[in-house]
């Protein structure tokens, strides 16, 4: 009877022992479930952050008259530029220098989108974008320099070096009561040109019709539709005219290096033009340059065809490579066969092997390497560096805001027949123009 008793005794101890056992890993288990759960959210809420990241280096890398795009839209850029971009499609109204803009997700359904900003603006969790300010002087914003890759503070009114500013990304990721903040430095990529004029050939050069050439240089804000010539006079200053837009970069002095009441018959370099980066307006080196009547070249000096003055140089020499092999690979290329393209819009780095015939209406910003001749009818609008290994002929309305290179035939034709030519020489539209095809690079990252 004791033994029984015992016996109870023992398998009511284990039992309870085996409740407290099972309770436990139940408990355990919920808690490991947990865990895990709660792992999950915070690895999805850093993805959804990244996924916000990707989405403001996107759109700041899109062309500035893309409806996506969210660059600072000042001539000079304000220290205070921001841009938040909510989870809504009535933002709130903007308040220079501060723009609100839709989250480009608001073209999915609600279930597919992810929680990386927010739908009304909220300072620590909507997504924002703005300039990196130097916090000893709110009036400068650093810039990247690639060459000693460090940052550079400066006041973005007076700067005109060839770097770009640094632009920070801050996205929140959230998902149920996870949240993840990611903070994204980028910039674009200054890449240095060596140009010899603004229309440099390396042949003799004819040009024939309504061409007007102008190698000063320009601002790369200098808008489409600006004009050159002894006629119009609307790319440099008006000096009896106080509101005249003014498109040529000032000298050091901040005057106006180049206005109506100079001379632009002339052949010699001019310092005050130098020290800026005027080139000549036309570059021929050992060659000769004939002007026909209704065209009118200007810049440091208007022309050249003397070796001592200047060279002419390649593709690969103008954008820094070793060689023809050096330069396929330094750039990301799209190719374009050769033929006919019926107009369109193009970003970026683009090379055809053979001729090129360009027809309609044509936007082009970047680099386009053609290994053959060029052909143009309709209109034609770029910025950047235009380079054919052979011949070229506009023989519609062109526009170009950068430089143009051309190896060119025993005699190379530059004849807009039908429309009239406009090159206006600028090293920061080709600059800006490359830097745009490269995108934006990440400098640096920070979680919390």
């Not at 839209?73 to 308040?95: C, E, Q």
């Not at 914003?141 to 801050?170: A, L, R």
């Not at 040529?248 to 800026?276: G, I, L, P, T």
Request: aromatic letters at 12%; hydrophobic letters at 35%; proline letters at 5%.
């Amino acid at each position: 009877m004791k033994r029984r008793g015992i016996t109870l005794v023992v398998s009511l101890i284990i039992l309870l022992l085996l409740t407290f056992l099972g309770a436990s890993i139940l408990i355990l288990s919920l808690n490991d479930e947990e865990i895990v759960s709660d792992k999950i959210r915070h690895i999805r809420s850093r993805a959804y952050a990244e996924a916000g990241v990707s989405e403001a280096i996107r759109r700041l890398s899109l062309d500035s008259s893309d409806s996506l795009y969210i660059g600072d839209p000042n001539y000079h850029y304000n220290p205070a530029w921001t841009i938040y971009i909510l989870l809504t499609i009535d933002p709130p109204v903007n308040n220079p220098p501060v723009y609100y803009v839709s989250s480009v997700q608001m073209s999915l359904p609600d279930s597919q989108r992810f929680d990386y900003t927010t739908e009304k603006l909220d300072l620590h969790s909507s997504l924002v974008v703005h300039h990196k300010i130097n916090l000893h002087d709110s009036s400068q914003i650093f810039y990247y320099n690639w060459e000693k890759m460090c940052e550079e503070s400066h006041d973005p009114s007076t700067y005109n070096g060839t770097f770009f500013p640094i632009q920070v990304i801050e996205a929140t990721g959230t998902v149920w009561n996870a949240q993840r903040k990611i903070r994204v430095e980028v910039a674009r990529k200054a890449t240095p040109v060596n140009i010899a004029a603004a229309l440099s050939c390396d042949s003799d050069i004819e040009i024939i019709g309504d061409f007007v050439c102008c190698g000063h240089e320009h601002l790369f804000t200098t808008p489409w539709g600006t004009d050159a010539g002894i006629n119009h006079y609307e790319c440099f200053d008006d000096p009896d005219d106080p509101n005249d837009p003014v498109w040529h970069v000032h000298r050091y002095d901040e005057q106006q290096h180049a206005n109506k009441q100079d001379n632009y018959e002339k052949n010699a370099v001019d310092m005050r033009c130098s020290q800026v980066g005027c080139k000549p307006g036309i570059s021929a080196p050992e060659h000769t340059i004939n002007l026909g009547g209704r065209s009118d070249v200007s810049g440091n000096p208007d022309w050249t065809n003397d070796p001592t003055v200047a060279n002419f140089y390649y593709l690969y020499q103008i954008l820094g490579a070793s060689s023809w092999e050096d330069l396929e690979v330094m750039f990301p290329w799209q190719n374009i066969g050769p033929g006919t393209i019926a107009g369109g819009n193009f970003t970026g780095f683009y090379k055809c092997e053979g001729d090129l015939y360009l027809s309609e209406v044509t936007n082009f910003t970047g680099v386009l390497w053609v290994t053959g001749k060029i052909k143009q009818t309709g209109h034609f609008f770029a910025r950047g560096l235009i380079y054919s290994q052979l011949d070229m002929q506009f023989n519609g309305n062109v526009w170009i805001l950068g430089a143009v290179a051309t190896e060119g035939d025993s005699h190379t034709t530059i004849r807009p027949f039908n429309g009239s030519g406009v090159l206006l020489y600028s090293s920061k539209a080709i600059q800006r123009a490359i830097a745009q095809g490269y995108g934006y690079s990440v400098i640096s990252r920070s979680e919390e």
